[in-house]
């Protein structure tokens, strides 16, 4: 898809396309209509992790809670393999209860 095409499918003029294209950022209207059509979220497209809109904060602070980038690389391989948090923090539950 060219920007040209991804402007008029995203109903954005053409000099609001070549800003973006040139490093503005578009407003969060703009940004959502982009993300739309390129069925991504708006934080993808800022270049940001973004949690799935299914956690809840107690998911976050869980997460948020274990500052072990090791884990959290794992967590991140765990998402894309399409486990959600409730099957992660089973996982961990049942790990723990391991003896040794």
Partial sequence: MTPAQLGRAACLSRPTMSRVMHGHIPSDE???RIS???EVSPGYLRGGYVMPEHLTEDDILFFADLRNIPYLKLVKEAAEKG???EDFKNIVDIIEKIPG
Avoid: A, F, M, R
């Fill in 83 to 85: 486990l959600t948090p």
């Fill in 36 to 38: 739309i059509v390129l």
């Fill in 30 to 32: 703009n940004l959502n």
